[in-house]
């Protein structure tokens, strides 16, 4: 069980736009950054978003993160088939002194 | 980018050592992170070193295993003691560029713990 809450699963048809959340608390999202990651099938995670909204070089715009409180957000515009993959949320948790992942939302691109 | 080697099948209270070489960037400059992810698990973090040579550890492994760092050899180690079933995972290295943000990721070493 993570102290990350994320949906297990959302969907959307191409060319739509899907936001997937994710719910901690004041030690991890509410006091530090928050990263996002894609994982496809077989592969390592990639990372999307960093220190909340911040892109790597190369991650088209249709991601975007933002931080409100204790929750995070990613957002995804233009829904590709190529989307289709488990996304995570990150953050470091300092009651536990520990980084913590999310337990993860499949995206499913009707 | 980041290459790990080391991982294999390993009996239950055994040890075993992973390691991750860094190429394309000044590893010494960066902080690097294990992380694992146990089958149809999401990841785990495990351990972080940082740059000034600073470590810490989830308490899942604590006493158990073992970060290091050769900046010489651009060479990040993961001594891995006492092992449960329960480890078993693909153990990835991973450059730290912010609060769990990892730019770069080798292509994971899978340990199996099993007798």
């Known amino acids: 069980q993570s102290v990350l809450t994320q949906p297990p699963s959302v969907s959307a048809a191409p060319g739509q736009k899907v936001t997937i959340s994710c719910s901690g608390s004041?030690?991890?999202?509410?006091?530090?950054?928050v990263s996002w990651y894609q994982q496809l099938p077989g592969t390592a995670p990639k990372l999307l978003i960093y220190?909340?909204?911040n892109r790597p070089s190369g991650i088209p715009d249709r991601f975007s993160g933002s931080k409100s409180g204790t929750s995070a957000t990613l957002g995804i515009t233009g829904l590709q088939t190529g989307d289709e993959a488990d996304y995570y949320c990150?953050?470091?948790?300092?009651?536990?002194?520990?980084?913590?992942f999310g337990g993860g939302t499949k995206l499913t691109v009707l | 980018q980041l290459e790990e080697s080391g991982g294999g099948l390993v009996q239950p209270g055994g040890s075993l050592r992973l390691s991750c070489t860094a190429s394309?960037?000044?590893?010494?400059?960066?902080?690097v992170s294990w992380v694992r992810q146990a089958p149809g698990k999401g990841p785990e973090w495990l351990s972080y070193f940082s740059s000034s040579r600073s470590t810490i550890y989830a308490d899942s492994v604590k006493g158990r295993f073992t970060i290091t760092r050769d900046n010489a050899k651009n060479s990040l180690f993961l001594q891995m003691n006492s092992l449960r079933a329960e480890d078993t995972a693909v153990y990835y290295c991973a450059r730290d560029i912010s609060s769990l943000a990892f730019d770069v990721w080798g292509q994971g070493t899978q340990v199996t713990v099993s007798s």
């Open positions: 004041a030690s991890n999202i509410g006091s530090h950054f």
């Open positions: 990150a953050t470091w948790d300092g009651s536990l002194s520990a980084g913590v």
């Open positions: 220190d909340n909204y």
């Open positions: 394309g960037f000044t590893f010494s400059e960066h902080a």
